[in-house]
């Protein structure tokens, strides 16, 4: 366990909390030992309730193409591109109008899809447990946590500021 006595504000914490994050999902960080002895911890959770085609229209449309012959599927436009194949199909994107007239933006937003069917990236949750001190009339430590799922697994510092949200959903720490 991380002795973490130093820390006070729930900035700090969540930014501790952060670098300890793994990406190994059978293995959980350790607790954090606050001064007033409240253990805290962060992990990452695959979020198998989201997918990309989930999100609404913010990546474009994917559409599979089922026939032997790479298809453009109805309603797609010139823009559309295959970003995923397996044996049996290939998954066309058609990329939202509002990025066709940036070619920098439509190449980015591209490189985002294609990544996701790579598994360079999948959505989690971010869960925050916290462990409080025994209680002095009966002993028990109260244990509690909150989550917040569909964030993008490389949102780096945005993963930083749930924690922080979290913690102060949790009540752990003082204010900046």
């Known amino acids: 366990m991380a002795n973490a ?3 006070r504000t729930r900035a700090e914490i969540a930014v501790a909390l ?33 997918r990309l085609q989930d999100d609404g229209d913010w990546y474009g449309v994917l559409a599979w193409d089922k026939g032997r012959e790479s298809q453009r599927p109805a309603g797609f436009d010139g823009a559309a591109r295959v970003v995923h194949t397996d044996l049996h199909a290939r998954l066309w994107w058609q990329p939202p109008a509002d990025v066709l007239g940036n ?20 959505y989690v949750g971010v869960v925050v447990e916290v462990e409080r001190p025994a209680c002095s009339c009966c002993g028990e430590h109260k244990q509690e946590s909150r989550s917040l799922w569909g964030i993008e ?24």
Request: hydrophobic share 35%; glycine share 6%; charged share 35%.
């Open 153 to 176: 697994s490389d949102a780096g510092e945005c993963i930083t500021d749930v924690i922080a949200y979290q913690l102060t959903e949790l009540g752990v720490g003082v204010r900046e």
């Open 103 to 122: 070619p920098e933006t439509l190449e980015n937003l591209a490189r985002r899809v294609c990544g996701y069917f790579r598994d360079d990236w999948h």
């Open 18 to 50: 952060a670098e300890t994050l793994r990406p190994a999902w059978d293995k959980p960080a350790d607790f954090l030992e606050l001064a007033d002895g409240t253990r805290v911890r962060a992990l990452l959770r695959p979020d198998d309730d989201r």
């Open 5 to 7: 006595t130093e820390l």
